[in-house]
């Protein structure tokens, strides 16, 4: 059964920094893109970094560019989410999706999500 166990969320006040974690497990992590989402009360949730699964480019939300990082360690089947210069606004809940697409079907699935608070 596939997994995906997120961790790392918490409490930070403005200015401050947070690492995500998702740790992924019964799936073949290098074949599957990686992506952080997040969703806010109210709010519809929104795509904030992908990573490809082989080496390659990463896209970012224009909200978080220059200040999120989104990496993988295949060996570890692990992708991580490096959030600095925080703002209230990037409270939310975040979610790891990792996604594959082959000529028979999609792959597509979700952890549980971790809480990210942004306040002072």
């Known amino acids: 059964q596939v997994q995906l166990v997120e961790s790392g969320g918490g409490l930070v006040q403005p200015g401050g920094s947070l690492r995500l974690s998702c740790a992924a497990s019964a799936l073949p992590f290098s074949s599957y893109s990686m992506r952080w989402y997040r969703q806010a009360p109210g709010k519809e949730r929104e795509l904030v970094a992908g990573m490809p699964s082989a080496s390659g480019s990463t896209s970012y939300a224009d909200s978080v560019k220059g200040r999120f990082t989104i990496s993988r360690d295949n060996a570890k089947n692990t992708v991580y989410l490096q959030m600095n210069s925080l703002k209230p606004e990037d409270t939310a809940v975040y979610y790891c999706?990792?996604?594959?697409?082959?000529?028979?079907?999609?792959?597509?699935?979700w952890g549980q999500g971790t809480q990210v608070t942004v306040s002072s």
């Open positions: 999706n990792a996604w594959k697409s082959t000529v028979f079907r999609n792959y597509n699935y």
